[in-house]
C-alpha cells in the first residue's frame, strides 16, 4: 500500500498552465507505476497518463498528447503532470493513482489519492 496525496490544484485562465504534484509515501514509490486520472462532473474517471517505476517509458490519452507531461521523481517519491495549453474542457477532479501493473482503466488501479480541483475558466 501507498498512501498519496495530490497538490497544484486551482483557477487557470483557457490558455494556460499548472503542474499537479502527487506525494507518496512510504519506502517503496519506485515499485510502483504511477498514472493520472481525471473526473469531471456527471462523467466517468478516465486515463490522462502513465509513466513507469523507472519513469523511462510513458503514455498518454489522446486529449492530453502535446499538451500533457508526466513525470517522477523517485528520490522525492513525487509524479508531477504539467499541463499546458489548458481548454475548459480540462476542467476536472485531477486524481494520481499506484500499482503494480500498467493500466488505462481506473478500476485497474488499487491505490488512489484525494483529488485535486482543476477549475479551466473560458
Known amino acids: 500500500q501507498v498512501q498519496l496525496v495530490e497538490s497544484g490544484g486551482g483557477l487557470v485562465q483557457a490558455g494556460g498552465s499548472l503542474r499537479l504534484s502527487c506525494a507518496a509515501s512510504?519506502?517503496?514509490?519506485?515499485?510502483?507505476?504511477m498514472a493520472w486520472f481525471r473526473q469531471a462532473p456527471g462523467k466517468e474517471r478516465e486515463f490522462v497518463a502513465w509513466i513507469t517505476k523507472s519513469g523511462i517509458l510513458t503514455n498518454y490519452a489522446n486529449s492530453a498528447k502535446g499538451r500533457f507531461t508526466i513525470s517522477r521523481d523517485n528520490a522525492k517519491n513525487t509524479v508531477y503532470l504539467q499541463m499546458n495549453s489548458l481548454k475548459f474542457e480540462d476542467t476536472a477532479v485531477y486524481y494520481c493513482?499506484?500499482?503494480?501493473?500498467?493500466?488505462?482503466?481506473?478500476?485497474?488501479?488499487?491505490?488512489w489519492g484525494q483529488g485535486t480541483q482543476v477549475t479551466v475558466s473560458s
Open positions: 512510504g519506502r517503496t514509490f519506485s515499485s510502483y507505476n
Open positions: 493513482a499506484a500499482d503494480v501493473k500498467l493500466a488505462v482503466r481506473a478500476t485497474q488501479y488499487d491505490n
